[in-house]
């Protein structure tokens, strides 16, 4: 595959769900040169599911793919038996082997609803280090000291503290750094988090002669608490592998100020049309709960297909009407592919004038699949069962 070196494609690479780039200014110019970049992501299986968190990660990955580079997945398999220290206030819990290997039986077919893995490197990090001998953690290890390994903020407060890092957790930089010269990479991806670990692999890669990794630090999407950032061990996470309308209800559950991140780093909407979303929420003019749906809508589309998301949308409006729709709800053939609001209601027999549909929309009383239509002079889409409640108790449907 050709390298593609689009200006503006490389500028939404550097841009868009992105916090930090090192070093910036050799990586934009290696984009623009047509090489082809081995671009690095590794993920622990801690846990049975990937989640929105990976997923931003590896849509930053997918763009890189979509120019031509080499995707690199490493499934951090030998790795998760020392467990990632970053951000820790203590150590993580040991987890075996069995446990390992049973969390990562899915994830190459969660990571798939992002990445090309037909043309992506899948490896585990356990080819290289399982059949490695003692000596070679002893050459390793003695490339670097311990001073400058705990010079970690985060090691720095647990110490502060009075509570122990373990050699274990020492090791960890050292080892996440060797799979960047196991696999050559020229580039590596991770969340925010990550960039302690990262930027230690430039210096394992150097030790070993080889060029540095330009490194990609992605933000961190909150969980679905506000607070933290998504993880599996905070279990505010929103699985790739769970049922669409699971996922659905649970981004309805987010924090109203963390739909944009949402927006932009797992969503293709232009950043143009986010800050208009944005704009009419701190107007008043759009109801966040409407836009979160949208949003819902878009994500799981991109997941799972427009179907998948149809039908959870109209699953959360059941559960959330407390029940189904009467029975007896009248239906009408509306021909066109879309209408206005007032068109739409004189035309299922909703209202009798659109004079009474504009006053309704202005007073709030229309939803449309369960999404509340303040401005009748917006065009809507027209779809087979698509559902239309005026007022409090009037439901219509188009057949």
Known sequence: ????????????????????AVDRRELEKKLASGKKLRVKLGIDPTAPD????????????????????QAVLIVGDFTTLIGDPSGRSASRPQIDG?????????????????????????????????????LFLMDLAKRFTVARLIEREDF???????????MLELLYPLLQGYDSVAVAADVELGGYDQRLNILFGRKVQRSFDLPEQDAVFCPLLPGIDGGKKMSKSAGNYIGLGEKPAEMFGKIMKIADASMWDYFEMLTDTGLPEIQKLKNGVESGKQHPRDVKMMLAHKIISGFNGGDAADSAQKEFIRVTQGGDLPSDVPAAEIKEKSLNIPDLLVGLGAVKSKGEARRLCDQGGIKIDGV???DWQEMIEIKPE????????????VK
Do not use: C
């Not at 990937?50 to 580079?69: M, N, P, S, Y």
């Not at 049973?102 to 280090?129: G, H, P, T």
């Not at 698509?386 to 449907?397: A, E, L, Q, T």
């Open 156 to 166: 720095q407060k647990r110490l502060s503290a009075g509570m122990d890092v373990s």
């Open 1 to 20: 595959m050709e390298i593609n070196t689009d200006p503006k494609k490389i500028a939404e690479i550097m841009s868009r769900g992105m916090f930090e």
């Open 98 to 134: 069995v446990q390992i290997r049973d969390n990562m039986k899915d994830y190459i077919n969660q990571a798939a609803k992002v990445l090309d893995v037909e043309s992506a490197e899948v490896r585990y990090n356990s080819e290289w280090f399982s059949p490695k001998p003692m």
């Open 386 to 397: 698509m559902v239309v409640r005026v007022g409090k108790n009037k439901f219509f449907k």
């Open 50 to 69: 990937l989640h929105l968190g990976h997923a931003a990660v590896l849509r930053k990955l997918r763009q890189f793919q979509d120019l031509g580079h």
């Open 372 to 374: 509340v239509k303040n």
